[in-house]
């Protein structure tokens, strides 16, 4: 899928991964609304215009999505939060290609999933030995009732 075509709908599984989406890009920078331009230059590591062209400087209904190659911006999207709501994962330094997985919580919002962050799992309990058995547990609960 290239990443102009991108759209995050809803799924059965909530997950999605950004990094399989074709294009030359190796970082993913996400800038929440009301985003000044000093912030986006400072955090790209050169100069754009992305403020003023997109409007993410005075906007609150949208998040931009800037993919990025070599010091250059290979697309910039504006993305409706009614959509899916990025706002809360600015990260400084941005996404690195290989970290883009994430999953869209019940309310909308977009955070990253557990298997991308690079975590060892550490079983909580002899009877969760996985990240599936962890989110499986609550619903066996209500079984039992």
Do not use: K
Not at 18 to 30: K, T
Not at 52 to 62: K, P
């Amino acid at each position: 899928m290239d990443v102009l075509e991108f759209h995050a709908e809803p799924a059965v599984d909530p997950r999605f991964d950004l990094r399989g989406l074709s294009g030359d890009w190796h970082h993913l920078h996400v800038f929440p609304p009301y985003t000044t331009q000093e912030v986006i230059d400072l955090q790209l590591g050169f100069r754009t215009e992305l403020a003023g062209s997109s409007g993410i400087d005075h906007s609150d209904s949208f998040t931009l999505l800037v993919f990025v190659s070599n010091s250059r911006v290979v697309h910039a999207i504006p993305y409706s939060r009614d959509r899916l709501d990025f706002s809360q994962l600015f990260r400084p330094g941005g996404w690195p290609r290989d970290e883009c997985l994430f999953r869209r919580t019940r309310d909308g919002v977009a955070r990253p999933a557990f298997d991308a962050t690079g975590l060892r799992w550490v079983n909580p309990s002899p009877n969760m030995r996985s990240l599936t058995d962890a989110l499986l547990y609550p619903g066996v609960g209500l079984l039992e009732v």
